[in-house]
């Protein structure tokens, strides 16, 4: 998923599919797209979770020779916690994802050609090297209602601003540039929010092109969705992928793990994160609740606010969007951090029992399971691998090994999927990348794991915030 694969596609349009309803008409229920059987979310919820209950007490009961064996070595209460963290817990949330996945049905777009006012804001410090494509691209659109774009300019001290105008002058468009001294994303972006009068606002990151279809399927899942919808979250994935090693196993991960996770939180209208790389809002929804909070996670904390009053949060897979990924491992490594930093924040600013929908509470309340998947990636299931390689299966043996082609089952079904339902719409294709998808398979959840358990340190230690 290139850069060039980006621009070679963007270019081609597929056709203009039926416009059922006139764009001021917005349906009720996504139920409404349905004439035959229906099961509400929140059913489709309890069946995963009586799935994802008797895949981990299936698990429990195959596995006591594994724990019988482990705790010659370390001791019964020893051996249920490690296996409990290596082993049932995952077991438990990829289940829950996995039987989700299946039962979603995602509502079609009611309204394919959407015409509303929408205003952009790009946030952006120090952007000159990649500002210039993410204006052009967003000006190669096929949205036919009005753009309007703000640059909210975070002191740059390069040539942000000046590129971004002649790129813009350039293109055609009308481009708005708004200085904001204070430093942090949240500032500019609520710098910008004061200017938008239209209905809707959406968030682009500085690096980040859009495909030409992007804003235009975004658009259309907001409209025809739910009444009570304030948010959808567009899909993101990696445009560097043929830099490194490093960058070819996050584009698996954008692409099928990042992915997964937010179509389960969409199947059940509680997307956690509305990412500010590419989303859309409601704008007087995000003004009402005061706009970006001043956090590392600012996506994720107003996102959570949003859902806290009530609304839903949506996501459209087929809303494409490319962005770099780190390059380098200490970048990698800071980014993660600061998201797991900003999950913390999330938690803390909304807890799930706060949340007014109780189907939100429940998915949001997931997230406190996570820093225990990273302690057990992370402090577990290396040191158990490296042990493992040495000729001692003490803590990786052939019951934990077993898991490996159920993950191989399970991506190769998402895998499946994106290539049909998502790129195949968008005219996108996946370049050959099996070292990168062994090395995601394999090693990429434990890199991620350290990096979030420090974001989990910084936060606790409440340690100084950077933008990047």
């Avoid at 309803?21 to 995963?48: C, D, I, M, Q």
């Avoid at 009611?110 to 006012?117: A, G, Q």
């Avoid at 949506?314 to 951090?337: K, S, W, Y």
Wanted: net charge positive; glycine share 8%.
């Amino acid at each position: 998923m290139s850069g060039t694969e980006h621009a070679q596609h963007a270019d081609s349009r597929p056709p203009e599919f039926p416009q059922s309803t006139p764009p001021t008409a917005r349906p009720e229920h996504p139920r409404n797209a349905y004439t035959g059987f229906y099961l509400s979310v929140t059913v489709k919820f309890l069946l995963s979770t009586l799935f994802a209950v008797s895949w981990a007490g299936a698990a429990v009961w195959i596995s006591q020779p594994w724990i019988a064996d482990l705790s010659h070595s370390v001791g019964e209460p020893a051996a249920w916690v490690m296996v409990t963290l290596v082993a049932y817990l995952p077991g438990f949330v990829v289940a829950l994802m996995t039987m989700s996945l299946l039962l979603d049905r995602q509502p079609p777009l009611r309204i394919s050609n959407p015409v509303s006012p929408v205003t952009i804001i790009v946030a952006a410090r120090n952007e000159q090297a990649g500002i210039a494509g993410t204006i052009r691209c967003i000006g190669e659109s096929d949205y036919a209602g009005a753009v309007t774009v703000i640059l909210a300019d975070n002191g740059s001290e390069d040539a942000t601003a000046a590129v971004a105008a002649r790129t813009a002058a350039t293109s055609g468009m009308t481009l708005q540039v708004l200085p904001e001294s204070s430093p942090g994303k949240s500032h500019a972006l609520n710098t910008a929010l004061e200017q938008v009068t239209t209905p809707y606002v959406i968030t682009v990151d500085a690096d980040t092109l859009l495909h030409r279809e992007a804003l235009r399927r975004l658009i259309s899942r907001l409209e025809s969705a739910p009444a009570d919808t304030v948010a959808v979250a567009g899909t993101v994935l990696v445009r560097n992928s043929r830099v490194n090693l490093l960058t070819r196993m996050q584009e698996w991960d954008y692409y099928l793990g990042i992915a997964a996770v937010k179509r389960m939180q969409g199947l059940y209208q509680a997307t956690l994160v509305a990412q500010g790389a590419f989303s859309v809002y409601r704008t007087d929804d995000v003004k009402a609740i005061g706009g970006w909070p001043d956090a590392i996670g600012e996506d994720i904390v107003v996102t959570w606010k949003l859902l806290q009053q009530g609304g839903r949060v949506l996501f459209e897979p087929t809303a494409v969007a490319f962005t770099d990924a780190p390059a380098t491992v200490p970048h990698f490594l800071r980014q993660r951090a600061r998201w797991a930093r900003g999950m913390f924040e999330g938690l803390h600013a909304v807890p799930p029992w706060r949340q007014k929908r109780r189907l939100a509470g429940l998915i949001s309340g997931i997230d406190y399971l996570i820093p225990l998947l990273d302690v057990g990636y992370a402090l577990i299931w290396l040191p158990g691998l490296v042990l493992f390689l040495f000729g001692v299966p003490a803590i990786v043996s052939v019951w934990a090994l077993t898991v490996l082609p159920v993950t191989l089952l399970i991506y190769g079904g998402l895998r499946r999927h994106q290539r049909r339902s998502v790129f195949g719409p968008l005219d996108l294709h996946v370049r050959r990348n099996a070292v990168g998808y062994l090395a995601f398979l394999l090693g990429y959840q434990v890199l991620c794991s350290f990096a979030s358990l420090a974001g989990y340190t910084q936060y606790l230690a409440g340690s100084a915030r950077r933008w990047k």
